[in-house]
């Protein structure tokens, strides 16, 4: 892949879905199909919204290790990202990413107690496209590559 940055940002700015995988309290993977992020930082960053109350925040807040996966179902291409994922509740963190008609999810508006904002950060990249894979070791935060 000549450009990373370029070549996972349109998959993951063209996702209609991200797919977020955490681990239950027995040791199992499990899935949720998610919206897409509302923000992110490159390939390295992505901000998600949730519910408080739901279960994978209970396991974030035990153990934040996470993967997400971008798909683009029409080339059969997609990209696994690992890394680690923080709960957010802060007023600040909570704003920044709101939108207009969350309050269909979250009818408290952006103060809700069971609306909080997932950041997950990357540090490796597996990418699939044309029969094979490639594996991306994002550099520390604060280096480049």
Known sequence: MRDPE?????????????F???MDRDGFPV???MLPPREREGI??????????????ERFLQNGRASVYFVDKRFYR???FAGRVQVLCS??????IWREGDT???PGGVEDPDYCVLCFTA????YYSNFKSEDLLLPPEGETP
């Open 6 to 18: 370029i070549t996972l940002g349109k998959l993951i700015d063209k996702a209609g879905t991200a």
């Open 20 to 22: 977020l995988c955490y």
């Open 31 to 33: 899935t949720r199909a």
């Open 44 to 57: 390295r960053r992505f901000w998600f919204t949730t519910n408080t109350s739901s279960n994978k925040v």
């Open 78 to 80: 997609g990209a696994s």
């Open 91 to 96: 007023p600040e963190a909570k704003r920044r």
């Open 104 to 106: 269909r999810f979250y």
């Open 123 to 126: 540090e490796k990249i597996r």
